[in-house]
């Protein structure tokens, strides 16, 4: 049974409800504005309004605007310093970012959300006005529906706090990058139950990747309006633009693995290049209503809009030697003039929810249920991909343009309803958590000439489970979860079938988890997580076989004194099954996936100095396979990040000053090695870069 078109937009163009918690609710009440600063543990996005991410049985993580600055975060791809269950996966300069976690790549369409509601990543999300980056990890089918199996992002904006405030900061590198933004917020002066928020952000990008300078903009803006003692109107909205040449992927010199040469050597680098533009416009809007302390009901519309240019002076194989997944063992390869403009992808959301909490018996229950509807639309011109000459690794070739627009795209239209519901029923320590979701799926593609039109519709129900029970000072837990994902083939005519729909593939997981600590907190989780593959090797691009992945995840942190440190560490194990295209491939490992990786830092606040300190990080991945069949490895590497920060006061204004040396030791190797349409490719670590950050709170 399809979707009715006129239920979908019935949903998408009236009004939805989203649960909020008790918590929140309460907030509503004892506030002008409802604002929480800490919304950041917040598992509202989980199905379990009014629980912290720390009380659900799962592995997450979540990072706030004080880690993102702190740190030197400017885009999600810069998390993976941070979180060991993150990794690179086709993390290109001047591109949209591209994680895995737990080893699985995230779907850039469907394991993106902000604010709790479906957004599209293809493009570039700013951080400057996110007050928080929540990383759910592992199977999220029951949230997000189709989606890969590695985790689910969640970005939430900064809110309004109900104070009055403007921090300006400013940060500069030794490679000539320079950023300037603003954050301000306060009250209406005649009207206390108005308050606002405004962040604003332009930066100048000048890594030292060389060929690749260019801007970024963002304008944001959020206002909350209390309508009534519970009752709340919020409304955001953000217009970001970035443009800036992307990097061009190194490869394998035909049957070898090259050294790491000169990491700022760019082969996007002709003449005739361009730089991929993506300009975006976000926005929510939130309605919550307290109806009583146990029954809460809130209302969230969500709308996106990008439009990007993507240009890129692409290396791609080696025709002469008939290897079509590297470059020639000389050195050269196949170049490509490849331009898209004007792509245009369109998200609306609605999400309609009522929560509470109610005694039954001996049990407790907190219970969620809801609707939810979002249609996506992408729309995109005749694209060119023109063999020019060939290229050579050392950057020095000249090829000619050619524009010509010889190739076809695909447009998509994807109409998603999805029916949620969850309880957690506590009795004594015992906890059973539950949640279900209903979805339903239309999908349709065709080429901008009008053929290879495709359509599909699938139902289909994922179910989560888990058991928990808390003692005095630590929480373990058990837990199961299902999972469905859809794929595209690429749209490249060297595949069979370019931008027609794969049939969707179910995962499975499987979690075990501990966490707890006062002195030092700390938590871990044990997973297994089985997943049908599907094989990229044009003009292939089918299910294959099975991928298990089965990992160890651990967190430790303390506060001591004037010391703080922290650890995150993952091990992870993965293995091909089952695959009749390639036999031989059975057992060996998933490409582009270290078997180990570690984040560890610590940071002392000095005694001698008041207001400085000190600190430094680790990061390390462990080795990777190159190509699927394991001939070829990564090896792992370590790099060393330094720095040290000075809080004073400037008279009444506060004021921070810090400096973070990244790659302290200036050590040359190998960063990943992602397959991207059936071509390995690989990308190095930027050279030791300094950074400078000026903050003051006005």
Sequence with gaps: MKIPFLLVSAILGGLSFEARGQEASAAIQLQPVLVSETADTDA????????????????????????????????????????????????????????????YTLDNRNN???????????????????????????????????????GLINYLVKRPTGKRFINVRS???????????????????????????????????????????????????????????????????????????????????????????????????????????????????????????????????????LVNGDHLAYAFGCT?????????????????????????????????????????SRFAHSWNFGVMGWKSKERYQRQAYNFVGEGKVDGSAVVPADPSLTDESTNRDSDNLQVFASDSVNWNSWTGWFGTSWNGSER????????????????????????????????????????????????????????????????????????????????????????????????????DGNDVHRGIEVNLQQVLQRWSWNFNGMLLETKREDSSVNPALNGKKAINVPDATVRTGAQ?????????????????EGPRAILADNSLTLPGWVRWDAGFGLKKNWGSVPVRAEVLVENLLDRKYWRESPTQYGHVYLYPAAERILTLSFQAEI
């Design 44 to 103: 509202s996005v989980l199905g379990f309004p009014g629980f912290t991410l720390q009380e659900v049985p799962l592995s997450a993580s979540s990072y706030d605007d004080g880690d993102l600055q702190k740190n030197q975060i400017h885009r999600l791809s810069d998390l993976t310093t941070l979180d060991a269950s993150l990794t690179d996966s086709y993390n290109a300069t001047g591109y949209w970012d591209m994680v895995s976690i737990r080893g």
């Design 112 to 150: 993106f959300r902000r604010e709790g509601l479906p957004i599209n990543a293809e493009t570039s999300i700013p951080l400057d006005n996110k007050a928080d980056v929540q990383i759910l990890k592992g199977l999220s089918g029951v949230q997000a529906g189709i989606s890969a199996p590695g």
């Design 171 to 305: 940060d500069a590198s030794d490679s000539g990058n320079f950023l300037v933004s603003a954050d301000a917020g306060g009250l209406h002066q005649s009207n206390e139950n108005l308050s606002y928020r405004f962040n604003v952000a332009r930066e100048y990008l000048s890594p030292h990747l060389e060929n690749a300078k260019g801007t970024r903009t963002l304008l944001a803006g959020a206002v909350s309006y209390r309508l009534g003692k519970a009752s709340l109107l919020d409304i955001e909205l953000e217009w970001s633009q970035r443009s800036q040449p992307s990097q061009a992927g190194m490869s394998l010199l035909g049957f070898s693995l090259p050294v790491v040469s000169d990491p700022n050597i760019n082969l996007n680098n002709q003449s005739w290049s361009q730089p991929v533009k993506f300009a975006a416009l976000t926005g929510t809007l939130r309605y919550t209503q307290m109806f009583t302390e146990n029954l809460n009901w809130v209302t969230s519309l969500g709308g996106q809009n």
């Design 320 to 360: 002469k030697e008939g290897n079509f997944d590297r470059y020639c063992s000389d050195g050269t390869f196949d170049f490509y003039d490849f331009r898209s403009d004007d792509e245009k992808r369109d998200t609306q959301a609605l999400r309609t929810s009522l929560d509470g909490r109610f005694q039954s």
């Design 444 to 543: 349709s593609s065709v080429r901008t000439d009008g053929s290879r039109p495709t359509s599909y519709y699938q139902s289909f129900i994922l179910p989560w489970a888990a058991l928990s029970y808390q003692f005095e000072q630590f929480m373990t837990y058990a837990s199961y979860a299902e999972g469905m994902e859809s794929f595209v083939t690429p749209n490249r005519n060297t595949y069979a079938r370019p931008g027609e729909f794969l049939p969707d593939v179910k995962s499975n997981q499987y979690e075990v988890g501990l966490r707890g600590g006062r002195d030092i907190r700390w938590a871990t989780a044990l997973f297994e997580i089985h997943r049908p593959v599907v094989i990229d090797q044009a003009p292939l691009y089918q299910v």
């Design 604 to 620: 002392y606040h000095l005694l001698s100095v008041a207001g400085m300190s000190v600190g430094g990080r680790i990061v390390y």
